[in-house]
C-alpha cells in the first residue's frame, strides 16, 4: 500500500508520460522561422588607451569598391568631463569611448568582400595601413539549416 502511494505521488508530481502532441492539423507550423541578417565585415580602430581627438577619415577597397567616410573625436576643450567624444560621423561607427581601451567600429559592406584594403588617417596624415582578407563566420538567425546564411567577419586595426 505505501508503495502505491509514493508511485501515484511520483506520477503526479512529474506527470505521466504522454505520446507527443501531433500539431499538423493544428495550424503551426514547424521548421525554420522569419529571419533577416546582412552580410558585411567590422573593421575595430583600437586605441592602445585613449582615443586622440582629432579628424578621422577611413578609406576602403574592398573587391575594388572603394569607399570613404569620416568622424571626428573631440577633447576635452569641446566635451568637458565625458572626453574623448564623438563629436561628428559620417561613418555610422560604433564607438567605445568610456572604457579604456577605447575603439570605433566602422562597418564594411553589405557583403563579404575577399579582399579589403584600409586606410586610416588623422588630421590629413595616414595612420594606419592595412591589406587583408577576412575570415568570415556564417551565422544562421533563423537556426542551422535554414536561410538566411550571412557571411560576419570582424577585423581589429592598432590606431597609434
Not at 555610422?92 to 584594403?117: F, W
Amino acid at each position: 500500500m505505501r508503495c502505491a502511494w509514493v508511485l501515484a505521488l511520483v506520477a503526479i508530481a512529474c506527470g505521466s508520460a504522454r505520446p507527443p502532441v501531433d500539431d499538423a492539423g493544428l495550424g503551426y507550423t514547424t521548421g525554420c522561422g522569419d529571419a533577416s541578417c546582412e552580410s558585411g565585415l567590422r573593421i575595430v580602430l583600437a586605441a592602445n588607451g585613449t582615443f586622440t581627438p582629432g579628424s578621422y577619415g577611413v578609406s576602403t577597397v574592398a573587391d575594388g569598391v572603394v569607399d570613404s567616410c569620416g568622424f571626428s573625436v573631440g577633447g576635452t576643450e569641446l566635451c568637458g568631463a565625458d572626453a574623448p567624444c564623438l563629436l561628428d560621423d559620417d561613418c555610422g561607427v560604433e564607438p567605445n569611448l568610456i572604457i579604456a581601451p577605447h575603439s570605433v567600429a566602422v562597418r564594411v559592406g553589405p557583403g563579404a568582400p575577399e579582399r579589403v584594403t584600409v586606410s586610416v588617417t588623422r588630421g590629413g596624415s595616414e595612420i594606419v595601413f592595412d591589406e587583408f582578407a577576412p575570415a568570415y563566420d556564417e551565422f544562421a538567425p533563423a537556426g542551422p539549416d535554414c536561410e538566411p546564411v550571412c557571411l560576419v567577419a570582424s577585423a581589429q586595426l592598432d590606431i597609434p
